[in-house]
């Protein structure tokens, strides 16, 4: 018989996701480390999720150390993919570049879709340790065109995070990073792909 979960449980657990916030805003200070930091917070929630408990510091500070080398490759590929494309949206609004609304609307469309795509990626890359960056980005887009719910719901969290991060103050901030990675990885567990389903 299973032990019954009262509100002292769902307060640690928020407690924990906002610890966790903190630690994965603290690791990517330095900018480039945002990714190896995503990478590591990912990998402790999906430890955390598997066993129950969460990893212990030692394999924390180990799984940034090995995460490092690939993952500031991946920062600097993603703030350039989000530069872009945010160029490419302040351009069409303000009529630099011809397109107009139509344009705008497909540029950010593009743009939700590849926060979604990102989200999953982070997702997946906490599967495997937090390493195995091309493995995770070849497992989400498996699972956009198979599920594509999951990928639309992912997008939204993105979003959803994104919007609140201009709403709440700067404090609050890396809590809501926390709830976030969280939330993706809820959202990727209802329907995981699995290797079977793969092309």
């Known amino acids: 018989m299973s032990a019954t ?4 449980d769902t307060l640690r657990e928020a407690t924990d996701l906002a610890l966790l ?3 994965l805003a603290l ?3 330095p900018v480039l480390t945002l990714a190896p930091a995503v990478a590591t917070a990912s990998a402790a929630l999906h430890d955390r ?3 129950g408990s969460w990893p212990d510091a ?3 500070f180990a799984r940034f150390g090995r995460a490092l080398p690939a993952g500031l490759a991946v920062s600097a590929v993603g703030f350039a993919v989000a530069g872009a494309i945010g160029a490419d949206l302040v351009a069409l609004a303000t ?6 609304g139509p344009a ?8 939700v879709a590849l926060l979604g795509y990102a989200g999953l990626v982070a997702v997946a890359v906490g599967h495997t340790d937090g390493r195995g960056w091309r493995a995770a980005a070849r497992t989400a887009a498996r699972t956009c065109p198979a599920r594509p719910g999951t990928w639309v719901a992912a997008s939204g969290v993105c979003c959803l995070a994104g919007l609140l991060a201009v709403l709440v103050t700067p ?3 890396p809590i809501l990073a926390g709830y976030a990675l969280a939330a993706l990885h809820a959202v990727a567990a209802r329907r995981p792909l699995t290797r079977s389903e793969a092309p």
Request: hydrophobic content about 50%; cysteine-free.
């Open 58 to 60: 030692r394999t924390t």
């Open 5 to 8: 979960r009262d509100w002292r």
């Open 171 to 173: 404090i609050a901030v």
């Open 49 to 51: 999720t598997v066993s």
């Open 104 to 111: 705008l609307a497909v540029t950010a469309v593009v743009g």
């Open 21 to 23: 916030g903190f630690a």
């Open 95 to 100: 009529g630099r570049v011809p397109g107009g």
């Open 27 to 29: 690791a990517a200070l």
